[in-house]
């Protein structure tokens, strides 16, 4: 069985090294894109649980990063997955832009948000992808009809 992975779509490498510590620990292997071009590429070349999506990255490698950027890529991964088949969780500093830009990036299609830095939130990035990765998050339990015999307690 081939181990699960991530997509982590972020242009600053400490950030990344923080979140592939996370998703390790929970058992994920992670691919990295820097750029709205490497991310949808890797997106249509492989089956990823989620992506971890940074707003503000570059269009190609080595430009300038723009919110229009992270916006844009979400828009174009949305075309090549769905929003069951992958959820998608933005990470932004953004947090002050608050409605419009969250409205607008659900219309986009994405699934979840966190802010960054992510000791500042009150969700934690483990949290988070546990909440929004189908095979981490808790199954309900079957219930059964009691059809009669003994009850023991101690």
């Not at 929970?26 to 490497?38: P, T, V």
């Not at 971890?52 to 080595?62: F, G, H, K, N, T």
């Not at 929003?83 to 969780?89: C, F, L, Q």
């Given at each position: 069985m081939t181990q699960p992975y991530i997509l982590i779509i972020q242009d600053d490498e400490q950030i990344k090294n923080s979140i592939e510590e996370t998703a390790h620990s929970?058992?994920?292997?992670?691919?990295?894109?820097?750029?709205?071009?490497?991310a949808v590429s890797l997106v249509g070349q492989k089956d990823y649980v989620t992506v971890?999506?940074?707003?503000?990255?570059?269009?190609?490698?080595?430009r300038t990063a723009s919110i229009d950027y992270g916006c844009n890529c979400l828009e174009h991964i949305r075309k090549i997955k769905d929003?069951?088949?992958?959820?998608?969780?933005v990470m932004t500093?953004?947090?002050k832009e608050g409605l419009d830009l969250t409205m607008r990036l659900i219309q986009k299609g994405a699934n979840?948000?966190?802010?960054?830095p992510f000791g500042n939130s009150d969700r934690s990035l483990s949290q988070v992808l546990r909440e929004n990765i189908?095979?981490?998050?808790?199954?309900?339990?079957e219930l059964t009809k009691f059809?009669?015999?003994e009850l023991i307690i101690y």
């Open positions: 929970l058992g994920y292997m992670c691919d990295w894109a820097s750029n709205q071009e490497d971890l999506l940074d707003l503000q990255i570059p269009a190609r490698p080595l929003k069951e088949t992958m959820p998608i969780i500093t953004y947090t979840d948000f966190i802010s960054k189908p095979c981490l998050q808790k199954q309900p339990v059809n009669g015999g």
